[in-house]
T-cell receptor, first 110, second 113 residues
Framework: DAGITQSPRHKVTETGTPVTLRCHQT?????MYWYRQDPGHGLRLIHY???????DKGEVSDGYSVSRSKTEDFLLTLESATSSQTSVYFC?????????FGPGTRLTVL | GENVEQHPSTLSVQEGDSAVIKCTYS??????FPWYKQELGKRPQLIID?????GEKKDQRIAVTLNKTAKHFSLHITETQPEDSAVYFC????????????FGKGTLLTVNP
């Protein structure tokens, strides 16, 4: 599983509150990603990082921000959560073309 | 950007039969095509991949074929077993990069005993 952990694994929050999800890896991989998974939509890229402090937007980045201050940590922040952001969030890292996924975080926004 | 279409969205087969899932992509510069399997409540896991300089790759009961001219690739599972039941995702690299993937919407495969 490429040493990837995500926290929290489950979270319920209310509309309008800020939420931060954490991805931690132990393999020193350069690239890290945040995806969301929704029924009928597969995996959609939110943001990705290609190094410390180097990030870029993905397909569905509106309403999300990210930060990477250390190689091993990639944070995803929902500044003001909305019900449309209820989803399962997966972090991933990449090495030699292959992306490895974390266990996921199930986020419910009420 | 890249667009990946995956068919069918659901597939039901009898144990021992073969299953085929097909994907098409739009970017002719894509050069890496992985397949992921996701069991219920679990993370997606890579099961096989193929690069653009190869037409076919096989790993035991699983094979992937790639037709670059037609821009489509397929996953073939032979002698299916109940434990093959899962959602399968295809993906294609964006442009010539090896670090961004676009995923299909997934195929729910059910293998009936």
């Amino acid at each position: 599983d490429a040493g990837i952990t995500q926290s929290p694994r489950h979270k319920v929050t209310e509309t309008g509150t800020p939420v931060t999800l954490r991805c931690h890896q132990t393999e020193n991989h350069r690239y890290m990603y945040w995806y969301r998974q929704d029924p009928g939509h597969g995996l959609r890229l939110i943001h990705y990082s290609y190094g410390v402090k180097d990030t870029d937007k993905g397909e569905v980045s509106d309403g999300y921000s990210v930060s990477r201050s250390k190689t091993e940590d990639f944070l995803l922040t929902l500044e003001s959560a909305t019900s449309s952001q209820t989803s399962v969030y997966f972090c991933a890292t990449e090495t030699q073309y292959t992306q490895y996924f974390g266990p996921g975080t199930r986020l419910t926004v009420l | 950007g890249e667009n990946v279409e995956q068919h069918p969205s659901t597939l039901s087969v009898q144990e021992g039969d073969s299953a085929v899932i097909k994907c098409t992509y739009s970017d002719s510069a894509s050069n890496y095509f992985p397949w992921y399997k996701q069991e219920l409540g679990k993370r997606p896991q890579l099961i096989i991949d193929i690069r653009s300089n190869v037409g076919e790759k096989k790993d035991q009961r699983i094979a992937v074929t790639l037709n670059k001219t037609a821009k489509h690739f397929s996953l073939h599972i032979t002698e299916t077993q109940p434990e093959d039941s899962a959602v399968y995702f295809c993906a294609a690299s964006e442009g010539g990069s090896n670090y961004k993937l676009t995923f299909g919407k997934g195929t729910l495969l059910t293998v009936n005993p």
